[in-house]
């Protein structure tokens, strides 16, 4: 590129990190030149990695917007009730638009921001990251060459892990649903919309299931206080709290990364006691306002036909998602980072570690991240949107889906698309 794309930050929290860190790595490429944050620590964090200049430095996306079109490009990193109204205010400037998933909350919503930004032509793409994985596109190149055969059946694990249903989904920000969403939108349009990807067919029909089993009231131990630090059952509960985020200390990355979330960056020992004793996310799981499930199945009906089965569940260890792919000339099993490929006529396995020739500046979502921002920045620079997989039509689509699944779920009946 002659000049780097240059890029506006709304929302410097993880995601918004995430995002900007690939300017770090490829400065040739991308240049991040303004942000929108209103609390103090991270927006003064952002500019300081970025060197963004005082009068480029906003305290919400409004102020951003009044001062007119700064950069060739916005990513909207807000949390996920907040994504309609900034589409609405920047894509009449041409900024060409990275939104972090979902599109929103409300069916509405989505809608609107969808027509939105085809009436103003924006480039647009959502944070949709697993579909710009190194797996991903090696999946899709080994079904789309008919290894398997045809595609009849599909059947995919979410496995949430025990800490991070009770850290986002119970103390945290996507717990409730009033102030976020629901579980499948906030947790599972990824999976959703991948899955979409891959069988590359339209759904006809939507069902679904799930409940709030075990993060409730009816579920807490005998003994056990609101607060984890002097609960006098602590120690044998797997959802502590106090183990989870102040003995676990600089245990390990996970450790690290969710002590960042609940200090909001402060990150000592002493400020990570200070959140657990008084802070949202050393309440007991049992006593919180959490309202989201802790586990859905849905089954997908695709055009084929192909039918699909997914499960979202918070009891699991830390796993990798799992998904295996039933053809009518072969099998595939991957955990995503291999892909097994069975052959039924050479009764031959062919084992492929996409870990192989993967991200270099960033490992979120196995790469995704890191590929994204890769796919949208060379789409700003040229005008070539042939790597972008998660664009306005292809997102809705999958959104109508979700929507229909949690309708089926509270309906307790199918839902025909």
């Known amino acids: 590129m002659s000049t780097p794309v240059t890029l506006a930050i709304v929302g410097a929290g993880k995601r918004g990190e995430a995002y900007a860190a690939y300017a770090k790595h490829h400065p040739d490429q991308l240049r991040v030149v303004a942000v929108a944050e209103p609390r103090d620590l991270q927006r003064e964090r ?92 090696k999946l899709r190149e080994i079904l789309r060459a008919g290894t398997i055969g045809e595609i009849v059946s599909v059947q995919h694990l979410e496995p949430v892990a025990w800490w991070h249903q009770a850290h986002s989904f119970v103390r945290g920000n996507w717990r409730n649903e009033a102030e976020s969403s629901f579980m499948l939108l906030a947790k599972s349009c990824h999976d959703i919309d991948w899955l979409r990807h891959i069988v590359n067919s339209r759904c006809r029909t939507v069902a679904s299931f799930g409940s709030l089993r075990h993060f409730r009231a009816s579920e807490k131990p005998e003994g056990a206080s609101d607060r984890c630090w002097d609960c006098k059952v602590e120690e044998t509960c797997p959802y502590s709290a106090k183990r989870i985020y102040y003995t676990n200390f600089e245990r ?93 006529l050479t009764e031959k396995e062919t084992v492929h570690d996409t870990r192989v020739g993967g991200a270099t500046a ?56």
């Open 46 to 137: 952002m500019a300081a990695e970025h060197a963004i200049p005082p009068e480029r430095c906003f305290d919400g996306y409004e102020s951003l917007a009044a001062a007119g079109k700064l950069a060739d490009a916005v990513a909207i990193c807000t949390q996920d009730q907040m994504h309609c109204h900034p589409v609405e205010l920047l894509a009449p400037q041409g900024y060409a638009i990275l939104l972090e998933k979902p599109l929103s909350p409300n069916n509405e919503e989505a809608e609107r921001i969808v027509a939105c930004v085809r009436e103003h032509r924006n480039l647009f793409a959502v944070c949709h990251v697993l579909l710009y994985t190194e797996l991903t596109s």
């Open 252 to 344: 390990d990355s996970i450790a690290n990364y969710i002590n960042d979330v609940i200090t909001e960056g402060r990150n000592t020992r002493e400020a990570v006691e200070d959140a657990v004793r008084n802070g949202p996310y050393g309440r007991c799981v049992y006593a919180c306002d959490n309202d989201v499930v802790d586990n859905q199945t849905v089954m997908l009906d695709f055009e084929g036909p192909v039918s699909v089965t997914f499960t979202m569940t918070a009891f699991t260890p830390t796993l990798h998602r799992a998904t295996r792919i039933f053809g009518t000339r072969g099998y595939i099993d991957t955990d995503f980072v291999h892909i097994n490929v069975f052959d039924f």
């Open 362 to 417: 960033a490992s979120g979502h196995g790469g995704g991240d890191y590929h994204i921002m890769r796919a949208f920045v060379h789409a700003v620079a040229t005008g070539d949107t042939s790597a972008i997989h998660s664009g306005a039509d292809a997102t809705i689509d999958s959104h109508r889906i979700i929507f229909a699944a949690e309708q089926s779920r509270r309906e307790r009946r199918m839902i025909e698309l």
